[in-house]
């Protein structure tokens, strides 16, 4: 599974070389599908002269014209394929046997798992089976009424994800102008090098602070059964290079007990202490010397909150007091026994509208009091009363199943 980001097919020579990897590895025996993107800047472009040259604002009418973008780029790679003497077929959301169907949400359509499934089994696969090349436009789908949806910013990989994981494939090849995903932004850091490996797990916190190689919706279509690879499009060859992301989330945002026992919250509070390094290296340094376990931290600059594990509390607790004493900048510090940590984790918190509200708002109406809460990459901790730590939890389970994906 193979798909060609808008700048590897921003020029014919670039296209050509695109042909030519996909060549490569049915020379070499694989069976190839093939997603593409617009080709270069077709759908800023197509989005600019709708804006300027249409009164009409229905989002269909729209979704119809973005998808000329990837449907071009489709034929092209289609017809330059077949010029090259290999089997390709080209599907469009015209055609019956178009396999993308999604909800009417224009502009950011979400596929509609179980159809999408049954269709790509039905109309994509046999096309690999008897060494066709399947071309497919990414980011494009159609709602169950015929009309054309578009999937939003990073479409074009829900459209590769879906087809990997329905077909199923080995793996997916995110063709891209980058060498993969850095440690860094590299317009921000000189430093920055390619990682050759992450973990799904470890993407997600990346993915909803930003990162502009995977969008957090595009990651919700990943399983275990394929790995994703984001190469270069100067790589030598397409399964070479770049990053290798594996591994899988849960369909839905879940939430867990973060310790099988009990917590306690260290409240720290003084003038600017957050912002002074050598308080905040002192009493981190406490923690580690009394090998207790940080489970969570939050600070403003009047305040620094440590969440450890309650059983080696004691000696911590007076080593920061004697921190504390010996420091003009700090003022006091409390204890609060006897709690339980909830983990919300899944991806997409930040495209989630209303998740902390309905997640505290049972809370609330049980009288379950929340003694803290703070977010870490793609998870909140709530903080609980250990005594009710049962009861939190299947509310908060209970208020979830409304985000199931």
Known sequence: MVKFGGSSLSSPRKISKAVGAVRREIDEGAQVAVVVSALGRTTDDLLETLSVASRSRSSDHVDDVLSMGERTSARVFHTALSACGFGSKYFDPHDDDWPIVTDDNFGDATPILPICQRRIQRHVLPC??????????????????????TMGRGGSDITTFLLARCLPAKESILVTDHNGLMTADPKLVK????????????????????????????????????????????????????????GSFPEAITAELETPGPAAMVTITGRDISQNPEILKEILSKVTKERTEIL????????????VSWERRRRLVNEIHRCLLAHKE??????????????????G??????????????????????????????????????KHRG???????????????
């Open 128 to 149: 690999l089976e008897v060494g066709i090349v399947p071309v497919l436009p990414g980011f494009v789908g159609k709602a169950t009424d015929g009309r054309i949806t």
């Open 191 to 246: 430093e920055a090098h390619p990682i050759s490996q992450i973990s799904v797990r470890e993407l997600m916190g990346l993915a909803d602070s930003g990162t502009k190689f995977l969008k957090t919706k595009a990651l919700r279509f990943l399983d275990d059964s394929f790995k994703v690879r984001i190469t270069s499009n100067l790589a030598s060859s397409l399964r070479s290079g770049g990053t290798v992301i594996k």
């Open 296 to 307: 969570g931290l939050s600070a403003n600059s009047n305040s620094l909150i440590i969440y």
């Open 330 to 347: 700090m003022t006091a510090m409390a204890v609060r026994d006897n709690l339980s940590l909830i983990t919300i984790a899944g991806v």
């Open 349 to 386: 918190f930040v495209e989630t509208p209303g998740l902390v509200a309905s997640v505290s708002e049972p809370l609330k109406e049980a009288s379950l009091n929340i003694y803290g809460i703070f977010t870490i990459a793609s998870s909140i901790v709530v903080a609980v009363d250990w």
């Open 391 to 405: 009861e939190a939890l299947r509310l908060v389970k209970k208020s979830l199943r409304r985000f199931a994906l």
